[in-house]
């Protein structure tokens, strides 16, 4: 069974929810929880206060690499502009992004429990579903390290073997 939870416009399948949830959902809340509405400033002032703690936490140039890869532009090109190499370039803007979001939400934690939720759910859950650029090993190779780990060990265990004798 399909139903309209939320204002939002949001469909759940209603069975694979608990009632608490549904009922959250539906903005009514629960009992002792909260329903993720700002209960001091609103959402524009807690957006406000972001922007500046941010604004202060990155240099000009900073906020231009930021900028440049909000726009997708590649790394080649903002080295070209920057004087740098790819690698450097690259590096910047993710020391520049973890930065800022460990900034973002050190601000967050320091909120009462509702205004953070409103804050991040304006947000898009972006602060929920940080992805880092730097790709996880692939299952391969992780297999590989660890094989070429077992090979050093076995390789160092005969070496020991030879000197005992």
């Excluded at 399909?2 to 549904?22: F, I, K, M, P, Q």
């Excluded at 809340?29 to 959402?43: C, F």
Aim: charged share 30%; proline share 3%.
């Amino acid at each position: 069974m399909l139903r309209d939870v939320g204002r939002g416009g949001e469909r759940v399948v209603a069975e694979t929810c608990s009632e608490y949830l549904v009922r959250l959902a539906d903005g009514g809340g629960a009992e002792g929880a909260s329903t993720g509405e700002p209960t001091g400033g609103s959402l524009e002032d807690l957006r406000g206060e972001l922007t500046e703690v941010l604004r202060d936490a990155a240099s000009e140039a900073e906020w231009k690499i930021i900028g440049w890869r909000g726009e997708r532009m590649p790394y080649r090109d903002i080295a070209a502009m920057l004087g740098i190499a790819e690698s450097t370039a690259r590096w910047r803007a993710m020391r520049v992004r973890e930065r800022l979001f460990g900034v973002a939400k050190r601000f967050i934690a320091t909120l009462p429990t509702d205004e953070g939720i409103a804050l991040v759910r304006s947000l898009g859950g972006v602060m929920l579903t940080v992805a880092d650029e730097r790709a996880p090993p692939t299952a391969r190779a992780v297999r590989e390290t660890v094989q070429q780990r077992e090979g050093n060990e076995h390789r160092q265990l005969g070496r020991q073997g030879e000197r005992d004798e």
